[in-house]
């Protein structure tokens, strides 16, 4: 005996619109993810940098990046590209801004958006050594406070290294962005190990600012601003005299 047939639904207006739908009819612009990965080391902050070895701007130094695929979201692009391009996995990034202006890629019409992730400069070292084609850049920052703008990039020998697209004005928005973050946010979580020195904590923020700060007013400012707890243990292993070791109260990795 056979089955009576299922009765098909009616199309909706909807799936009618969308089954005659034809996206041909506008152009697209492609979307890339760009990554800042920062670290800080020697009272400055640094980047990883690649030299691009095809056109457009062979020759020159970029950020890790990539187009977003069909079927990816950009979070997901953003770990493809850290993995395949700096040997890095599994650390915090954070969406920076979106860069769109309609020639900052000759190729075609390119929307960047940008991501940073703060790396402990050990790690960093280590998956990026800084020979070759791939380089630990250090960021000169030509401007102060929040103005904001572009910044330079200089290899370990101090020479400049150009770089491809709008990429001195990413890495600039991410230094303006960290610096105005520095008051109420414990930036430091994941370019210092858990346990750290006030002292330790201090370089971090003044390569972040470019700058030096007070030693004492510094001090001051961090122990009332709830962001760092003593742990009551000390330095070990140290020629000087131990110094106090604290951690973040607010850090991603309790």
């Known amino acids: 005996?056979?089955?009576?047939?299922?009765?098909?639904?009616?199309?909706?207006?909807?799936?009618?619109?969308?089954?005659?739908?034809?996206?041909?009819?506008?152009?697209?612009?492609?979307?890339?993810?760009?990554?800042?990965?920062?670290?800080?080391?020697?009272?400055s902050l640094h980047t990883v940098l690649l030299r691009r070895d095809g056109h457009p701007h062979r020759g020159k130094w970029a950020l890790p990046g990539g187009f977003v695929g069909m079927r990816e979201s950009l979070e997901e692009a953003v770990d493809r590209v850290l993995a395949a391009k700096a040997g890095i996995e599994g650390v915090f990034t954070e969406q920076l801004f979106t860069f769109g202006a309609p020639d900052r890629d000759p190729r075609t019409r390119v929307i960047s958006v940008a991501y940073y992730a703060l790396v402990d400069h050990g790690r960093l070292t280590a998956a990026c050594p800084?020979?070759?084609?791939?380089?630990?850049?250090?960021?000169?920052?030509?401007?102060?406070?929040?103005?904001?703008?572009?910044?330079?990039?200089?290899?370990?020998?101090?020479?400049?290294?150009?770089?491809?697209f709008d990429h001195d004005v990413i890495l600039g928005t991410t230094v303006k962005r960290l610096r105005g973050k520095l008051d109420y946010a414990p930036i430091g979580f994941e370019l210092l190990p858990q346990r750290f020195t006030l002292r330790q904590l201090q370089a971090v923020h003044e390569a972040v600012l470019g700058r030096t700060v007070n030693k004492d007013s510094f001090r001051r400012r961090m122990l009332a601003s709830g962001l760092v707890v003593a742990t009551g243990k000390r330095e070990e292993g140290v020629l000087h005299r131990p110094a106090e070791l604290f951690r973040f109260t607010r850090s991603p990795r309790a």
């Open 1 to 43: 005996m056979s089955q009576p047939k299922k009765r098909r639904r009616p199309e909706s207006e909807e799936e009618r619109f969308l089954a005659a739908y034809d996206s041909a009819e506008f152009p697209h612009p492609s979307v890339a993810v760009d990554v800042v990965l920062l670290t800080a080391a020697e009272s």
């Open 130 to 164: 800084g020979n070759g084609d791939v380089r630990v850049a250090r960021l000169d920052v030509p401007w102060p406070g929040l103005e904001g703008g572009g910044v330079l990039a200089t290899d370990r020998d101090g020479a400049s290294l150009s770089l491809a």
